[in-house]
Structure formats: C-alpha cells, structure tokens
C-alpha cells in the first residue's frame, strides 16, 4: 500500500458514520427564518453593506412584488455600454481604463490614464524565479487552482506584504492585477507540458501591449493575432471586470478583509470561491452543454426540434442530467443581461470571419426558444433571460483560448473589481463579518469513553 493511502472502503465507514449524526432537517429553515444563502424569501440578496463601485438593476419592487425590467450594470455610475461604445468609436482598448475607474472612483484623463498603464506594463514581470519555484516545479491540472496558489505565494515575494496602508492596498492592488495574465499563461503552460506531454514556450512580456493583447501574443506560439480579436478579449475583460458587491467572489473578497486579514489571503480565496460551478465555473458547463446540443440536433434551424431537445434537457433526458439549461437565468437580471447582449452583439461579425456563423445562431436560437421550455415545465410566467455565460465560452472558443482557462480568464478580469472592494471594505468598514447561525442539535451529557456505545 503506498504511503499515506487511506483504503476507499475506511473513507466509506467514516462517511456512513458522519451521516448518521449529521442531518439537519430542511423545514428547519422556515421555522426560524434561516436566510439560506443570505438571499430572501424573494431570492433578493441580504443587505449587508454599501457599495459606490458598482450597481446590478435587473428588476424594481412593486408593493412588494418583482418587477422585471432591462438590465443594467453601471461601473461607479457609469453604464457600461456606454463604456464599451465609447472604446469602439476611439478603437481603442478599455480595460486599463476601467480598472482606474474601479480602483479610483473616476475615469482617468488622457495623461492618467497614459501614466496608469505604463505602470501597470511595468508591474507584469513576475518575481525572480517565480516562474520555475512556484509553477514548473508544482504545477496543477487546473489553472483556477494554480492562480489561487500563486497569488498566496506572491506573499513570500513582498517585503511589505503586511503593510496595512492605502498605499500598500494600492500598491499591491496594482501589481496583482497586472500579473494575473502572466501567472495564468504559465500556469497554463506548466499544465499542458506536465500533464498533457505537450511542448511549452513562455514568450516574454511586451509592455507596449494592452493587458487583452498580451494575454494573445503569450498564448499564441506565434504571437500574431488581429486587433479585431484583441478587441473583443478586450471588451470580455471589461464586462467581467465588477459586478457589484452581493456575487460570492467578491463577498468573500470582502469578508476575508474584514477579518483583517492581508491582501494575498482576500484574493486568493476570491479566486478558489469563483472556481466553483455555480459561479465562474458555469461557463465550461455551457459549453459541454453546446456541444451536445450540436450533436443532438439535426436541423439546428429547425425551432421545433430545437425546442424539443431544449425539452428533453430539461427532462433530464439529455444532457448531464441536472436538468438544468446552462447559460440561462440569472439571480438579479429578467428580461435581460446586458453583458450577453454586448457579447451577442460584439461576436457576430468575427462569428462570420470564422465560419461559426450556423454555431453563432444556434446559440441565438437557445437563447430565443429555452425560456418557453422553461415557463411550460415551472407553470409560471417569470422573466428568464439569457447570462453571459451563453456567449463567453463561443467568444473564447472563436479566439482559440483553450477552455482550461475559460474561468481563469474570469478571474484575470474581475481582479480589478476584487481589488476595489477590498479597498473599499478597507476603508469605510470597520465590523468583521460575522452572520448568525442557529444551532439545532439538543445538549448532551458526556459519557465516559468505555460507557459509550
């Protein structure tokens, strides 16, 4: 038996025994009012702070009820369709400039933002033997969980790692956000040489390039790419810079810095809790999912049959049986999720390009018909509408990113906006979190070890 190997059939003794003593009954909840998963009895979220960097609209409260209506995501004030137009009518790239907006309350002039970038070119570069000490030399088949330990480990790197000033929040903000792209390049790297027998190459950094054109000229063994595919990384890495405080990243983002606790710790537990399937992790589900519909499907422009098989998903009679149409629905967005939409949008021409055109549409068609398969299965009328995961692994799947670091590609982007609410959190709190639990297990009286049975 090699060392350190506990037998399956122990584990499955203990787990029979952790079961017996451990169950917890489900009415329980409504009985003392058990908010579960800090939501409402209307699945809006518990208040539990205020936030100036970012607002999530999808419905208003009318006497009590949900009203659904288009929705909105504003960027400290600012919406962000609006800040994506104004890139593409500059052609210019915007996520430098959203990430100042974030951190800093205020879209930069044009000498600041000059000045922001040329800084965060220079943080990129990773620590001395970084790279062959904390990646080559223990690399992992998933790059959510590298980027989470090399995070951590950029602690041991930092002389003033502890440092509790806004100048030191800031300054570490700055260098994480900056390095995110490179860490999951050569994460991703270390990956495919070590597990999948693949060759490797690590291109240097170029600091004229914007953070979305770098992340293609490392990725790509040639480093060629076209602006029109930078552009689009570009506008995937603004509409999943922030969304506002209340998703579990950035709450747990949050509630790690109210503990007091330093910066590494608060971003790294930010990206293991956005590796999760019910989080960032959706997207690779929508994908798998894609392409069983693709397979599925004969006709892909046939409604009816499309429908038909969106049906049989649900039914739990294909697909992966969760029954579940990955990519629609959203906590806080019903009629609409204004980044599907800008990703929608912003696809179709290089869809065209690339000969995905039938593909593109296909999703559309999803995005169309699974609302009416849902409302016919639920018997209510509620506003579904299509999220942004529906069109981010294509997006992705058009660039050639591979889909290992569809998530971690998530993570690179919503850096900016976990940074920003530490600060925040950092600044104008001063409470550690701490919500109620209610214990439901009667007291006991001990009994000595050989009266146990």
């Known amino acids: 038996m090699p060392r350190g190997f506990v037998k399956k059939e122990t584990i499955s003794t203990l787990c029979a025994e952790f079961k017996k003593h451990n169950y917890i009954d489900p009415a329980l909840n409504e009985r003392y ?103 080559l030399k223990a690399p992992s088949k998933d790059i959510m969980n590298k980027l989470a330990r090399s995070v951590l480990a950029l602690y041991s790197y930092d002389e003033f790692a502890e440092e509790s000033s806004l100048e030191g929040e800031l300054r570490k903000a700055i260098y994480i956000i900056a390095r995110m792209p490179t860490i999951m390049v050569n994460a991703y790297q270390a990956k495919i040489g070590h597990y999948d027998n693949k060759s490797t190459y690590f291109h240097p950094v170029r600091p004229e390039e914007s953070l979305a054109q770098s992340i293609l000229s490392t990725l790509r063994i040639n480093r060629e790419y076209t602006e029109e595919e930078a552009l689009l990384l570009d506008t995937c890495l603004i509409l999943h810079a922030e969304h506002g405080g209340g998703n579990n990243s950035t709450f747990v983002c949050r509630a790690m810095t109210s503990s007091g606790t330093d910066a590494y710790s608060s971003y790294s537990a930010a990206i293991g809790a956005l590796k999760g399937f019910r989080h960032g992790g959706a997207n690779i589900n929508v994908v798998r999912m894609f392409e069983t519909i693709k397979q599925g499907v004969s006709n892909w422009k046939d409604n009816e049959e499309v429908s038909r098989f969106l049906g049989q998903i649900l039914d739990r009679e294909k697909g992966d049986g969760t029954g579940l149409i990955y990519g629609m629905g959203h906590a806080v967005y019903t009629v ?75 993570a690179v982007a919503r850096m900016s906006g976990w940074c920003a609410h530490r600060i925040e959190e950092y600044t104008t709190c001063s409470r550690i979190m701490r919500p109620a639990y209610k214990s439901v297990v009667h007291k006991q009286e001990y009994l000595p070890l050989d009266s146990r049975r």
Do not use: W
Not at 125 to 133: A, C, K, Y
Not at 342 to 349: G, N, Q, T, V, Y
């Open 33 to 135: 009012n058990v908010k579960r998963g800090l939501r409402n009895s209307d699945g809006t979220g518990v208040m539990a702070g205020l936030t100036q960097i970012c607002n999530v609209h999808g419905y208003i409260m009318n006497e009590g009820e949900k009203q659904p209506v288009e929705g909105e995501l504003t960027y400290r004030g600012y919406n962000v369709r609006d800040l994506i137009d104004g890139c593409i009518k500059e052609h210019r790239y915007g996520y430098e400039e959203v990430s100042y907006l974030l951190l800093f309350g205020t879209l930069p002039t044009a000498q600041q933002l000059e000045f922001f970038r040329m800084v965060l070119a220079q943080a990129r570069s990773l620590p001395q033997d970084f790279v062959q000490d904390m990646i």
């Open 336 to 410: 609409s999720d204004p980044r599907a939409q800008i990703l929608r949008d912003s696809a179709e021409k290089l869809a065209s390009e690339k000969g995905m055109t039938e593909e593109f549409e296909l999703l559309k068609s999803i995005e169309r018909l699974a609302p009416d398969e849902i409302a016919k299965r639920k018997g209510d009328k509620k506003s579904i509408c299509a999220n942004v995961d529906l069109y981010s692994g294509f997006v992705y799947r058009m660039l050639g990113i591979p889909m290992e670091l569809y998530t971690p590609l998530f």
